[in-house]
């Protein structure tokens, strides 16, 4: 990697790591802030569907804003509209709201996570290219996935430990502030590389645009639709799991009040994507195409999750947790270079944005019906149904597995491409 490709690397996992300490501060949490709020899990996970449905809502219109503004200043947005979207929500928490204002700014908090969502991933792909960079993007992604575990591994852990030595609400006043931090620093740091904005002073036209680009590009693209398609279910899985058990885990604990085992939960899903970034580019040499490890540890997540819902003992259940999130975040630097070999620079941030939008989507269903089925049939069973729902992506990544696009053997390891002894 020649220094300009180090530099824009370097600058790309700071930005990773500084968001990533600031948003996880609440992740080990916030299950257990909403109930103890007032909701129930239904309203909990209705409450997380309004933030899907605020991701959903924005997207395309934050895509215009990164395509039609730069990335730099999605990003800049992005950390000013999660810093008072998290702060309201302390208030809520303050002051007992009704659900519907619960609702209100988990849409804001949603419209902040879009501004991020494609602009960042496109950001540092544009700039690499730019500066000659002419490696792998799985070892890059899986760098900047051991930074996000990293930084989810030391924020959840401190959320949980000072929501315990505090109270619930603390954490999210540290990832407002911590995120306006992160806005000096991004100001600072990070110029649009490679990327030459096209403004337009009609935005509903540029929306209209955007939403048709990312159709053209991604929809209609075969093999980019099918891994598209299957992101409503794996996407909305795996968040609806990794809230779901903070309460599960602390019912199994058998202390309701001991919050540092929730920041816990979530730092043993940080530790595992800190290894799952460090094995995915191992894992992709072993294979001849991406979507092998795609469709493999689609199911693979879906069996530990049916397990786990058949399981009653603590120290078990935490082994099954810290194996379905190594499982699950080992193939996203793949999923992540599959895409984007696949996609044009000048709609990189658009067609990346929408993929967001499409696991979103699924969430908005999803996670209010998984979390009535814990209210009704507990969270066991609740983890269990999960795990079927898991299994929907597969069918679909098979489908891009046949369409034969480049992408899908692109950057293999030679021992892989030849013809001795490949794997499937």
């Known amino acids: 990697m020649n220094p300009a490709a180090r530099k824009i690397q370097r600058i790309y996992l700071t930005l990773t790591l500084g968001n990533t300490l600031a948003a996880s501060f609440i992740w080990g949490i916030n299950t257990l802030f909403l109930l103890d709020a007032g909701l129930s899990n239904l309203e909990a996970f209705a409450a997380n569907a309004f933030f899907t449905a605020g991701m959903v809502l924005f997207e395309v219109p934050t895509g215009v804003v990164a395509d039609g503004w730069g990335r730099r200043v999605s990003f800049l947005l992005g950390t000013v509209t999660l810093s008072v979207s998290t702060y309201l929500y302390y208030l809520l928490w303050q002051f ?25 991933e496109a950001w540092l792909v544009d700039a690499l290219q730019f500066s000659g960079y002419e490696g792998g993007m799985e070892k890059v992604f899986g760098r ?53 904005p096209e403004r337009s002073t009609h935005p509903l036209r540029a929306t209209r645009a ?6 053209e590009n991604g929809l209609k693209n075969p093999p980019v639709r099918y891994v598209m398609l299957a992101a409503p279910f794996s996407a909305s899985v795996e968040l609806y799991v990794f809230y779901a058990l903070q309460p599960y885990l602390l019912e199994l604990f ?42 493999l540890s689609r199911i693979v997540s879906a069996l530990i999750l049916v397990v786990i819902g058949f399981t009653h003992v603590f120290w078990v259940a935490l082994v099954l947790l810290a194996l379905w999130a190594l499982v699950s975040s080992a193939h996203l630097p793949v999923r992540q270079a599959y895409l984007n070999d696949m996609i044009e620079s000048k709609q990189r941030a658009t067609v990346l944005s929408f993929d967001s939008l499409m696991g979103s989507s699924g969430g908005v269903v999803v996670q209010p019906l998984l979390g009535r089925s814990a209210d009704v049939y507990g969270y066991p069973a609740s983890l269990a149904i999960s795990g079927v729902i ?22 293999a390891s030679p021992s892989t491409t030849s013809a001795e002894t490949p794997l499937p």
């Open 96 to 120: 007992s709201a009704p659900f519907w204002g619960w609702a209100v700014v988990s849409v804001l908090l949603g419209l902040g996570f879009t501004f991020f969502s494609g602009a960042v």
């Open 144 to 196: 900047g996935q051991m930074v996000w575990g990293f930084g989810v591994l030391a924020g959840s852990l401190a959320g949980g430990v000072i929501a315990q030595a505090t109270n619930l609400g603390v954490p999210f006043l540290l990832r407002a502030g911590v995120l306006l931090v992160m806005f000096l620093v991004a100001w600072w740091l990070m110029h649009d590389v490679g990327f030459t």
């Open 210 to 215: 955007v939403l048709s680009a990312s159709i």
């Open 254 to 295: 058998g202390d309701p009040r001991a919050f540092s085992i929730a920041g816990l939960a979530a730092a043993i899903v940080a530790g595992a994507h800190l290894v799952g970034g460090w094995l995915a580019p191992q894992v992709r040499g072993l294979v001849r195409k991406r979507t092998t490890v795609l469709i």
């Open 390 to 411: 898991d299994l929907i992506a597969v069918p679909f990544l098979l489908a891009s597995r046949r369409q034969r696009h480049p992408a899908d053997q692109a950057n």
